[in-house]
């Protein structure tokens, strides 16, 4: 079975500064990851994936993420955050099973302040 | 056009009711599913359906019932409604279930149980 960790539930961060949200997975198998991004009052929106391949992801918004096998781990980063970024990060993993599960972590709100 | 929607989008109702919650994708997708999101914001699968197939039916009480007419539609039945209900209801889409472009959402349907 698959788990997800999101290592911080909260990040603050002012704008323009760099930030990276953690994400940890737990996996028998090989794994697809992926970052979801949720406004308030919406549904989630892909910010990206990581299928196969090099292990640096772009995503949306200037967003990208990188696979570490050796350590379990997908964390998110942006160079330079904005206001409209504000939300809550969802990380998920895939199994790549038959099933089309996706199991997501806990979320982290990102706090981004004048 | 809304790919994923979702209505209604609020729902109160009391304790005991039953009540539906329908879904319709236009992305021609052949998989769809059921989230509860909870109020820490946690998502957790309760049902998926393929091409009209039930293929995911986690731990969910029997009073959540979910039917897919087509592979468009995936509608939640809830009968007897209880305070727990209260959540946030997301339904998903994907194309195939190993999951290579992730879900597609929709905005979510904000239930509460008086």
């Known amino acids: 079975a698959q788990s997800v960790t999101q290592l911080d539930s909260q990040v603050p961060v002012f704008e323009e500064a760099p930030v990276e949200l953690r994400c940890n997975y737990s996996?028998?198998?090989?794994?697809?990851l992926f970052w979801y991004v949720q406004y308030p009052n919406q549904g989630l929106q892909l910010l990206l994936k990581?299928?196969?391949?090099?292990?640096l992801v772009k995503g949306i918004n200037g967003f990208e993420a990188e696979f570490n096998k050796s350590q379990t781990s997908f964390h998110l980063r942006k160079p330079s955050v904005h206001i409209s970024d504000t939300a809550e990060y969802f990380c998920?993993?895939?199994?790549?099973?038959?099933?089309?599960?996706?199991?997501f972590g806990q979320g982290t709100t990102l706090q981004v302040k004048p | 056009d809304t790919a994923v929607s979702q209505t209604p989008k609020y729902l109160v109702t009391q304790m005991g009711n039953d009540k539906s919650i329908k879904c319709e994708q236009n992305?021609?997708?052949?998989?769809m599913y059921w989230y509860k999101q909870d109020s820490k914001k946690f998502l957790k699968i309760m049902f998926s359906?393929?091409?009209?197939?039930?293929?995911i039916n986690e731990t969910v009480p029997n009073r959540f019932s979910p039917k897919s007419p087509d592979k468009a539609h995936l509608n939640l039945h809830i009968n007897s409604l209880e305070l727990g209900d209260s959540a946030v209801y997301f339904c998903?889409?994907?194309?195939?279930?190993?999951?290579?472009?992730?879900?597609?959402f929709g905005s979510g349907t904000r239930l509460t149980v008086v």
């Open positions: 359906y393929n091409n009209k197939e039930l293929i």
């Open positions: 990581y299928l196969s391949g090099s292990t």
């Open positions: 992305l021609g997708h052949d998989t």
């Open positions: 998903a889409s994907s194309q195939g279930r190993r999951l290579n472009y992730g879900y597609t």
């Open positions: 996996s028998s198998v090989s794994v697809y």
């Open positions: 998920a993993v895939s199994d790549r099973s038959n099933t089309g599960k996706l199991i």
